[in-house]
């Protein structure tokens, strides 16, 4: 079974949104995705209300989920990890404790984008109409990233 895992900041708006996204394009017998953060700040809470919103507004439930933060055990869990944003990005590189670490991390955007190095922006402190954009651009990705996690054997 591959193991993907997503990661933003407090697991509450963007990461919550790409597992959801991910599972609904994957068999989940053959794939395992979750999502974590790189802070504490919210650990054991639901995903943002307007994350759960856009989600059911697409017909995906993210309301089983609840925030936890990215461990360096994730590295021995998860065979991908995309991070939302390059701060995220250089927090997961830094609890790396080798190349194969490093090596499991990816900015999720460089699957829509290859090497522009784009960040997901973060949605918090904006309106709906932030996470509906969100949304469009994480969908995008993971649908990238279910048609090559369905060519892996």
Known sequence: MKKVL????????????????????VND??????SAGTAAYHIGKLPDERSIEVA???RIDITNQRARKF???DFDIFDFIYAMDQSNYQNILTLARNQVDKGK???ILNETQPTKNESVPDPYYG???GFENVYTMLNEACEIIANKLSKIK
Not at 9 to 21: D, F, H, K, W
Not at 29 to 34: A, G, K, N, S, Y
């Open 6 to 25: 997503m990661v933003c900041l407090g697991n509450i708006c963007r990461s919550p949104l790409a597992e959801g996204l991910l599972v609904s394009k």
């Open 29 to 34: 017998d053959e794939i395992f995705v979750d």
């Open 127 to 129: 309106g709906n109409q």
């Open 105 to 107: 991390v990816h900015l």
């Open 56 to 58: 059911r507004k697409h």
């Open 71 to 73: 461990t360096v055990k």
